[in-house]
């Protein structure tokens, strides 16, 4: 089992994002965080480094009945959803898999969660394509 699912597209940056927005509304996500990483990188440390975004995804249902199922689940909230240039221009999403992610606590209700989730995100990432 990996810990992402993900797709390549061609297309700018931007039109990408939006897409990858819009998809993530379709199945209840919201997009809580944005970390610009190329731009923290020039900011922080004077490196230049590729377009990469870090969206941090959150249905609310969802992140409820997890927190009500597991009270520190908190530290693996919201789903991280990436966007990076590749140097072939292409743009990669990739998105976190919960299920993956969620190995290690020993709670059936939140593994039965993180199920659904990781079936909503590859579905996200398969209608990129």
Request: glycine fraction near 4%.
């Amino acid at each position: 089992m990996t810990y992402y699912f993900n797709t390549k597209l061609s297309g700018d940056f931007e039109s990408v994002k939006i897409k990858v927005v819009d998809e993530l509304q379709k199945e209840g996500f919201g997009v809580l965080t944005e970390i610009d990483v190329q731009a923290t990188f020039k900011k922080k440390l004077d490196v230049d480094f590729r377009k990469y975004q870090i969206l941090g995804a959150c249905s609310p249902s969802f992140a409820h009945k997890a927190l009500t199922a597991e009270d520190k689940v908190g530290t693996m909230l919201p789903c991280n959803v990436i966007l990076q240039e590749l140097e072939d221009g292409q743009i990669e999403v990739a998105a976190v898999n919960p299920t993956a992610s969620m190995q290690a606590i020993e709670n059936k209700e939140l593994k039965n969660i993180a199920s659904v989730i990781s079936d909503k995100l590859q579905k996200i990432i398969a209608a990129l394509k």
